[in-house]
């Protein structure tokens, strides 16, 4: 029995190594991140570590050495991009040596090899028990395991803590059912593009007239909000306001929260900061994905028609139909592969951007092509385009990045290509996709609908032009915002309008409403929790 017993345990810690990338990759993400996003990389990394017992087994013809070796790989596999990132982000991108460059994969991954040798190289000459040495590692395994599931305990419980949240967020009171003004009801697109950012920032950041496409909108009877801004520069905070129709609910559900007797800093000071973050982000979540606007629109019998992501979110498939590209990396995914050794493997960036690619082109081609319906349908579309990653060119041909694939913006700041250009270009392709999907739209409409194209916040990423760097930190808020309406009674609208009054607009001219337009303001976090806000001064908004 005690044979039996040694010989389970010393799979122990390949089973712990096996399962923390993904629980740690997960509990940095809580809130943000749904547990079933995990399961196929978890199958991964399995399949994986069986491969590598299968190959090594045979060598070793010993369990405890194949196994040894099995948890030092995974290991170092899925730490790989980690210590890369860490290089790059502590001046050591690279060196200089007889004028050769030696970037990080240069020194990083013979290291990283150097290392598996010689571990393997010990255990295949070594004839001392093992025993002592897998039940330390298994203890180290089960600490990590331990440490891990705390932060993910820590997040429910911080979510328990905030459950009177659930009151707050109970769905409001909305106003008595009224006639509509218009008849047919119209079809309703609502296009958010990503990081699309106002005409005159592009002009002043990347040197880039954006004045000709707004006049083919024009053209087409559009109105373009020359002075438009997003309420937020965060892409959920952003839509959470313009979906529910309200710009200050984030700092009164502070104040509810406060009105409870739940402290936000003293959570914060008992569970970790990503878990209390997670927190209000799963809650802005909820706001996103119940919003005030869908259930408005159901009460007059409208189909909910959503197009895939790549943005948890903004992934709404429970909808009457939801449009995918086929199969896909998801968002986590993508992650956990930057944090491995599969970062340094120019195919699988190929590979990542390919997949991008075809989602976002599948959102821009198929707009306008939505199976009819005798219902009237609110087709939402998010598409993560112009924001980076940078893979179109101004015809929409692909351009293979230098640097791993990433939607976080700040990454941009290891690009080792001039970025004004690539940005140009990527965004001459959104101003021809633009046009396209706009004329498809009003060409396969039988009944003239609306059509409301805008940004959720504008792009962040600081940018060096000939030798300066430019900052935009409260440009983030100025947006690319334009609408169609039937009729093209645009009366009511303004140049300085912002995204939380785009549907009081809508709904008071064609449903009757009297929703009174609320304040045109901008918020920033003031910590970093994102629970917090204050105004952004008009002085400082462009």
């Not at 909808?319 to 493997?345: A, K, W």
């Amino acid at each position: 029995m005690l044979k039996k017993f040694e010989g389970a345990s010393s799979f122990i810690h390949v089973i712990c190594f096996a399962l923390f990338p993904v629980l740690f990759l997960y509990a940095n993400n809580s809130g943000q991140v749904v547990f079933s996003q995990t399961v196929r990389s978890q199958l991964v990394i399995f399949a994986f570590a069986a491969l590598l017992w299968v190959g090594f087994y045979p060598l070793f013809k010993h369990k405890e050495k194949a196994n040894l070796l099995v948890s030092l790989v995974i290991l170092l596999f899925f730490t790989y991009g980690i210590a890369q990132n860490y290089c790059m982000n502590h001046s050591l991108r690279g060196y200089q040596l007889f004028g050769f460059k030696i970037g990080v994969n240069t020194y990083l991954l013979p290291l990283w090899v150097l290392m598996v040798s010689l571990v393997g190289a010990w255990l295949l000459k070594t004839k001392r028990s093992l025993i002592p040495l897998t039940k330390i590692v298994n203890m180290f395994g089960g600490v990590m395991i331990a440490l891990v599931l705390f932060n993910i305990f820590s997040f429910n419980l911080q979510s328990q803590s905030l459950s009177g949240i659930d009151a707050f967020m109970q769905k409001p009171q909305e106003e008595a059912k009224k006639p509509v003004v218009s008849d047919p009801l119209p079809d309703i697109y609502y296009i958010v593009l990503d990081a699309y950012s106002r005409d005159d920032v592009l002009e002043q950041m990347i040197d880039f007239d954006n004045k000709e496409v707004l006049q083919e909108l024009e053209d087409r009877r559009f109105y373009v909000v020359k002075k438009g801004r997003s309420n937020f520069n965060k892409t959920y905070l952003s839509l959470c306001s313009t979906l529910n129709l309200d710009v200050d609910y984030v700092n009164r559900m502070h104040e509810f929260i406060a009105q409870e007797g739940a402290s936000v800093n003293s959570l914060d000071k008992l569970f970790t900061q990503n878990s209390v973050r997670g927190s209000f982000f799963g809650y802005y979540k909820k706001l996103l994905r119940d919003n005030r606007v869908i259930r408005f629109l159901k009460e007059y019998g409208y189909k909910i028609v959503a197009y895939e992501s790549g943005y948890e979110p903004t992934e709404w498939q429970d909808v009457d139909q939801y449009r995918y590209s086929g199969f896909n990396l998801n968002e986590f995914e993508n992650e956990l592969i930057n944090t491995s050794m599969l970062v340094c493997m120019k195919k699988i960036q190929t590979v990542q951007n390919r997949l991008h690619r075809q989602r976002v082109l599948y959102t821009f081609n198929e707009l306008g092509n939505e199976t009819n319906t005798e219902n009237p349908k609110f087709v939402f579309a998010h598409v993560l385009c112009p924001h980076s990653p940078f893979i179109f060119g101004p015809d929409g041909e692909p351009l293979q990045m230098d640097r791993k694939f990433s939607l976080n913006s700040k990454n941009l700041d290891q690009e080792k290509h001039h970025p004004i250009e690539i940005m140009k270009g990527q965004v001459q392709f959104v101003n021809k996709k633009i046009l396209e999907m706009v004329d498809r739209i009003l060409s396969n409409s039988k009944n003239d609908p609306i059509i409301i194209i805008q940004a959720d916040h504008g792009f962040r990423m600081r940018l060096k032009h000939e030798g300066q760097v430019k900052d935009n930190i409260d440009r983030t808020y100025a947006i690319f915002h334009t609408v169609y309406l039937p009729g093209q009674n645009y009366s009511d609208y303004y140049p300085t309008m912002s995204t939380v009054n785009t549907f009081r607009l809508v709904f008071n001219q064609f449903f009757g409403m009297d929703y009174p337009l609320t304040d045109d303001v901008c918020y920033r976090p003031i910590n970093k929790l994102n629970e917090r806000f204050e105004k952004v001064s008009e002085a400082n908004l462009k």
